[in-house]
């Protein structure tokens, strides 16, 4: 006799749903665990079964959005070449993408703020970056296949930094800064790849 399936992936998702609705609405602060049972609609007993404490909870959501995130960013390697994959990497990271993949750029601040302060926090997250710094610099090697692995590291980090301080600019600052000058600088970056040939032997 087939046993019914379990629930238990269906209500972990209902109630990081509401964490997100409260996170964005209300801040990571006062995201209680009673407030994210009364949004998803599930016992205060539930949601602590599901997640044990509100510790193991944050963690679970911060775990979540960081895959999302990273989901995203490999999704967007797409293209019938090494180039146009580059090229559609970099209009990703310049591109509202917090907005849009977590559901608010809030969140993602919000959990920024708490990396800072929390050292658990501080690693998966930083764990997002090395998966994208990973993936951006295999990327930029297949373009330029003669700059040193190292080199395409540093240029990978330099334009996560930009993209993402663009993207924490324009979620506060004037809307009419075009993206465009943000990929220009990272297309900027790239360009000086162009002359590197790391595997020249040395003379």
């Not at 180039?83 to 993408?97: G, K, N, P, V």
Request: glycine share 8%; hydrophobic share 40%; charged share 25%.
């Amino acid at each position: 006799m087939v046993g019914r399936p379990s629930k238990a992936p269906e209500r972990r998702d209902q109630i990081l749903d509401a964490m997100e609705i409260c996170v964005r609405e209300h801040g990571i602060g006062q995201a209680s665990m009673r407030r994210i049972a009364d949004q998803s609609g599930l016992s205060l007993q539930m949601v602590s079964h599901y997640f044990g404490n509100r510790e193991q909870l944050v963690l679970a959501f911060v775990m979540r959005v960081g895959e999302k995130l990273a989901f995203e960013v490999d999704t967007a390697i797409a293209g019938a070449s090494p180039q146009a994959e580059l090229t559609s990497l970099i209009q990703f990271l310049c591109s509202d993408r917090y907005k849009r993949i977590p559901g608010n750029d809030v969140i993602g601040r919000e959990i920024w703020g708490l990396a800072e302060r929390d050292p658990d926090i501080r690693s998966i997250v930083w764990g997002w970056y090395e998966r994208s710094i990973g993936s951006i610099s295999e990327t930029i090697s297949k373009v330029y296949p003669t700059a040193a692995p190292a080199r395409c590291r540093e240029t990978a980090y330099a334009i996560l930094c930009l993209t993402e301080a663009n993207e924490f600019f324009s979620g506060i600052g004037d809307l009419s800064r075009p993206r465009q000058a943000a990929e220009a600088a990272a297309f900027g970056l790239l360009q000086r790849l162009e002359t590197a040939d790391d595997t020249a032997p040395a003379s």
